[in-house]
């Protein structure tokens, strides 16, 4: 049974959602450029460890452009929900679907993260790719989170991170400062969404912190899988 949905009310909402509906088009290029395609091959990581939950039911919260939605759809008997709150991110996500032959099993809504739809105890699996931090706020998207997950369910959560190292952190500084704002302006005609993007990663509480926030709202196990020199995150954790 699925609860009646609650609208976007707030006004970071309403600013992130205009913010992805301005760069949907040109989202996936970007992102590529920017990550030197490695945020396929974190995805494709997650897919592989999602394999191992064997879930029946999966929920993408921010799908944005739906690639991990659509990678969890190859899962055999895997109906999967991919949610998020920019429209126009999930019209560009429903023409890969459609392209990629899972209408079948690949549901794109709109919804939001920290008023879910979804009764307790619903999916197997949640996935989140970059969208924690964009949540307004975060331990109550979280909270959802935990309470449409199924006891010994398995949340996943890919997010941009600082290199706890030193001499890396001042490399990562100094590419994020410089090679991401030259490729916003190259590719992007909303400079000011790549300007919060960047901030945004900049002040998230990740690593151990993240950690501590997790087991705060109730999950346990929490796995922390680095990748690229720390500058993004994989946490794997358990209801």
Known sequence: MLKPNQKLNSSK?????????????????????MTFNNHKRWKKHILK?????????????????ADIAI?????????????????????????KIIKNNLTNSVIL????AENLRFDDNYFD???????VRNFQDLKR???????????????????TSVP??????????????????????LFSKDLTAYNYLLNSAEVFPCGENFRNILKSVGFNDVKIRPKFFGSSTIYIASK
């Open 13 to 33: 909402k309403i600013q992130v959602e205009k913010m992805f509906d301005s760069i949907s088009i040109e989202y996936d290029l970007v992102n590529g450029i």
């Open 49 to 65: 460890l999602a394999r191992k939950t064997n879930p029946k039911r999966a929920l993408d919260i921010a799908t944005g452009t």
């Open 109 to 112: 809504e709109t919804g939001d």
């Open 164 to 185: 706890q190292n030193i001499i890396i952190r001042f490399f990562y500084s100094l590419f994020t400062r410089t090679y991401i704002p030259l490729m916003a302006r």
């Open 141 to 159: 998207g979280l909270n959802e989170s935990f309470r449409v997950l199924k006891p010994k369910g398995t949340l996943i959560i890919l997010e």
């Open 125 to 131: 699996l949640i996935t989140i790719g970059f969208g």
């Open 71 to 95: 990678n969890l759809g190859s899962i055999s008997d895997c109906i999967v929900t991919g949610v998020d709150i920019s429209k126009k991110m999930l019209n560009i996500g429903r023409e």
